[in-house]
């Protein structure tokens, strides 16, 4: 579904992302690991269009998108919970939602589906988002990602500063997304028991580069909580 090939990034003189290839398969968790600063969030903002690329191509279910806007991007079926939520939060829920489906024709209805997955988003519909609880936002964040039905999802570490109760909602809901076989998500993320129990694959980064990958399964037999506290 995602194909990255030799991507390059700076910011000003700084060298951020160096060389990374990788791939994100349909039905599968992609968990991207590494210390603060290593160029995690910056890769996603990059996929998803909001930085340029330097060099390198990216590729959506065969599509070359690496000249595309964000906004073309997710008309492409791209979906993206960034870091530290940014819900809109003078909109109540249900706008909040409706911003997920902005090009869609209008009156395209919230997919039911949406209060399947997060109960609590249907109880608070007409409340205003800055309302929420800080683990009901991150509900209402993936909810607004998902509500134009993407082939791609990216999350940037879901669970910074979410209550443990939230937390494994939110992983049910991942695992339940990728097993549908019909979604690849890219998740990045520094707690490791909560990635290590999601992933399928995994990448450690490192100064801007991939520096260890392997089968989700093989993760800590291969290291890679090591890797996080170097």
Do not use: C
């Not at 409706?98 to 109880?123: D, H, N, S, V």
């Not at 134009?148 to 339940?176: C, F, H, N, Y």
């Not at 998740?187 to 260890?212: N, S, T, W």
């Amino acid at each position: 579904m995602l194909k990255v090939e030799g991507l390059n990034q700076y910011y000003g003189g700084s060298h951020i992302l160096r060389g990374l290839s990788f791939e994100a398969r349909l039905g599968e968790v992609t968990v991207v690991l590494g210390r603060n600063g290593v160029g995690k969030t910056t890769l996603l903002k990059s996929l998803m269009g909001v930085v340029p690329i330097k060099t390198g191509a990216i590729h959506l279910d065969g599509q070359d998108i690496t000249h595309d806007t964000p906004y073309e991007r997710v008309r492409k079926g791209v979906g993206y919970v960034p870091q530290g939520r940014e819900i809109f939060g003078r909109l109540t829920v249900e706008e909040n939602l409706r911003m997920g489906l902005a090009y869609k024709p209008g009156g395209t209805p919230i997919p039911a589906e949406l209060f399947e997955l997060f109960p609590i988003l249907k109880q608070f519909l007409h409340r205003r988002g800055g309302d929420l609880s800080g683990g009901q936002q991150q509900q209402l964040a993936i909810a607004r990602a998902l509500a134009a039905g993407p082939k791609l999802l990216i999350l940037d570490e879901p669970t910074e500063g979410i209550q443990p109760s939230i937390i494994k909602d939110i992983g049910r809901v991942i695992r339940m997304l990728a097993d549908r076989g019909d979604m690849a998500i890219v998740l990045v993320e520094q707690y490791y028991d909560f990635a290590a129990e999601l992933a399928d694959q995994y990448l450690v980064m490192e100064r801007g580069e991939i520096v260890q990958r392997g089968r989700g399964a093989d993760m800590e037999a291969e290291g890679a909580r090591q890797r996080m506290s170097i």
